[in-house]
């Protein structure tokens, strides 16, 4: 079955970095697009960053470009997003998504907290 495992959350100062990682399974990772997806407490869910499945075309939330990156890396069924210059308003739940035969599927997420 579809799974996506997301990592690398934590706290980190204003200003700072992290990388977060979703290792995919139970599809051919290959063959299709991601997204990163962001939900801050009392707010909704929030498109950061999406990918094709060649990582040909990128596309960014307006609040977070130059900040962000998204890449993925086929050969490790991974997605990732590098988040630079964080700022307290970024902190929020960070899940992967894939659409796979018009059903969505999501990770478990992984908690980013910005604060100083």
């Known amino acids: 079955q579809v799974r996506l495992v997301e990592s690398g959350g934590g706290l980190v100062q204003p200003g700072g970095s992290l990388r977060l990682s979703c290792v995919a399974s139970?599809?051919?990772?290959?063959?299709?697009?991601m997204s990163w997806y962001r939900q801050a407490p009392g707010k909704e869910r929030e498109l950061v960053a999406t990918i094709t499945a060649s990582g040909g075309s990128i596309n960014y939330a307006d609040s977070v470009k130059g900040r962000f990156t998204i890449s993925r890396d086929n050969a490790k069924n991974t997605v990732y997003l590098q988040m630079n210059s964080l700022e307290p308003e970024d902190t929020a739940v960070y899940c992967c998504k894939v659409t796979r035969w018009g059903l969505t599927y999501w990770g478990q997420g992984t908690q980013v907290t910005v604060s100083s």
């Open positions: 139970g599809f051919t990772f290959s063959s299709y697009g």
